[in-house]
């Protein structure tokens, strides 16, 4: 079946550490996008890519850094400088046909963060 | 340019009806909903676009005003596994292939038998 698989569900991070969420997709997806979600705040965009070796800081990209070598994996990692990491990432993917404004985007189960 | 959806939280009985809105001070050229359950996944429900029909998907249905640069969910004869956070994800209106949506904070809708 074809999905968004992001690992690990659950990662803890020590202070002054980087750390790594995975996501990968299988739908053959040209977009891929990476969430932040905190408590009543809805989806805060952090970074996103439409082609490979390419990407955009979202709304809130600030301590975070991704890549796009290949176009099934959009790996995101919450550096250092992040200093509330605390929260529920998505990631996500959407194709470009006709536009990726008329298309679903597909979200992966999500990695929770927590600082130790 | 983050949409504004009201209200904030609903309570139902199982067979009552709901209204979900999202409002935009921003033209807009697609609007997306979608259902999240605690936990997990957001799941995409439908996509209006500027100058489109109404959608609907069993019963929940959703409107674009274009003028009012609003939308609205409608949830028909309420069941218990449309509880859920709703959230409306909007995109500008210059037919741009960027894609990024703007998302609102969401409305917690909690359905009782």
């Known amino acids: 079946d074809g999905g968004i698989t992001q690992s690990p569900k659950y990662l803890f991070r020590k202070e002054g550490q980087n750390v790594t969420l995975s996501c990968e997709q299988n739908l053959n997806h040209d977009a891929m996008y990476w969430y932040r979600q905190d408590p009543g705040q809805g989806l805060r965009l952090i970074y996103y890519?439409?082609?490979?070796?390419?990407?955009q800081k979202g709304d809130i990209a600030e301590g975070y850094s991704v890549s796009r070598e290949k176009k099934e994996s959009f790996p995101l990692t919450v550096t250092s400088a992040q200093k509330n990491p605390t929260a529920f990432y998505l990631c996500?993917?959407?194709?470009?046909?006709?536009?990726?404004?008329?298309?679903?985007?597909?979200f992966g189960d999500g990695t929770r963060l927590s600082i130790l | 340019q983050q949409p504004v959806q009201s209200p904030q939280a609903v309570i139902l009985r199982e067979g009552e009806d709901a209204v979900i809105n999202c409002s935009s001070s921003?033209?807009?050229?697609?609007v997306h909903w979608y259902r999240q359950k605690h936990g997990e996944a957001p799941v995409f429900l439908m996509i209006l676009l500027k100058g489109g029909e109404q959608k609907g998907h069993e019963k929940i249905s959703a409107s674009f005003n274009e003028k009012k640069q609003q939308s609205s969910l409608y949830l028909t004869a309420s069941q218990l596994s449309y509880s859920g956070t709703y959230f409306c994800?909007?995109?500008?209106?210059?037919?741009?292939?960027?894609?990024?949506?703007?998302f609102g904070r969401g409305t917690q809708l909690t359905v009782w038998p």
């Open positions: 890519s439409q082609i490979v070796n390419d990407f």
């Open positions: 996500a993917s959407s194709s470009r046909d006709r536009g990726y404004s008329n298309q679903p985007q597909h």
């Open positions: 921003k033209a807009l050229y697609s």
């Open positions: 994800g909007t995109a500008a209106d210059r037919g741009s292939t960027l894609g990024r949506l703007y």
